[in-house]
């Protein structure tokens, strides 16, 4: 690889990591590698083929993600901070024009299933949208995911002699006795993080709705408030 009069200057100044390769797995389209404890993924397509013994240099950010690599001494790619910026770029536009495709294809699902939810979720999903232009196309279906799994096991909470109570035990079963319980959820669509939100917006539900409303955005732990349209202060009062 040739690099740039930039990414020459760039790399001379970063911190690069020498490490021996101890492990290469062939892929369809990449190489498996491990280096030591590193674990990394090395493209086809950079036209080189590492081997276990080979020396490899990785230009980290934060100790994490890889944006350069060495191999024998020789620079397979390297990043500088603005190509990285420029690849985020891409990325964000590429994912938006991905996200306005699926709605403009979904629109109709969607409408349904915010038609369906009970007023207070949809005041909630209200909210989300007026602090956010792209709220309905980036973080919606992620949002409703949350908002609809709530209602069902609500719903399923309602049965019981004491909901709030019976969201608790659900709470701490096993993922496993969890399906057994409550079947009608949408296990497999869910992250971690959005099955914990629909279940604590069910516990709200059935304790206090006001709360369905004042509750963060699902994805907020993730993206932040702000980018989320998650916008304080916000009360009972705008109910």
């Known amino acids: 690889m040739t690099l740039t009069a930039d990414q020459h200057l760039e790399r001379a100044f970063d911190h690069g990591e020498m490490l ?16 030591g404890e590193v674990g990394f993924g090395l493209q086809r397509s950079y036209g ?21 690599i060495d191999l024998n001494g020789r620079p397979v790619f390297y990043k500088t901070k603005a190509d990285q910026e420029e690849d985020h770029r891409r990325h ?29 979720f949809k005041q909630r999903i209200d909210w989300f949208r007026a602090h956010n232009d792209r709220f309905r196309q980036d973080y919606e279906p992620y ?14 909470a309602r049965e019981q ?6 969201i608790t035990r659900f709470q701490k ?18 992250s971690g993080n959005s099955f914990g939100f629909a279940v604590v917006l069910a516990h709200h539900y059935v304790t206090d709705e006001r709360l369905v409303y004042l ?22 009062a705008t109910l």
């Open 143 to 156: 949002e409703m995911s949350a908002c609809t799994d709530a209602v069902r096991l609500a719903s399923w």
């Open 173 to 190: 079963l096993d993922y496993d006795e969890q399906r057994r319980t409550v079947p009608d959820l949408a296990y497999d669509r869910h």
């Open 92 to 120: 964000v536009e590429g994912q938006a024009r991905k996200h306005d495709e699926e709605f403009e294809d979904e629109r109709e699902q969607r409408d349904a299933a915010y038609d369906a939810l009970p007023d207070v």
């Open 161 to 166: 002699d004491d909901p709030a109570e019976a």
């Open 20 to 35: 021996t390769l101890t492990k290469v797995e062939e892929r369809d389209d990449y190489f498996d590698c491990l280096a």
């Open 48 to 68: 080189v083929v590492p081997r276990p013994g080979d020396t490899v240099t990785l230009y980290t950010h934060r100790g994490s993600m890889i944006h350069g």
């Open 215 to 236: 509750e963060h955005g699902a994805m907020t732990p993730l993206v932040g408030c702000e980018q989320y349209g998650c916008a304080h202060p916000r009360d009972e």
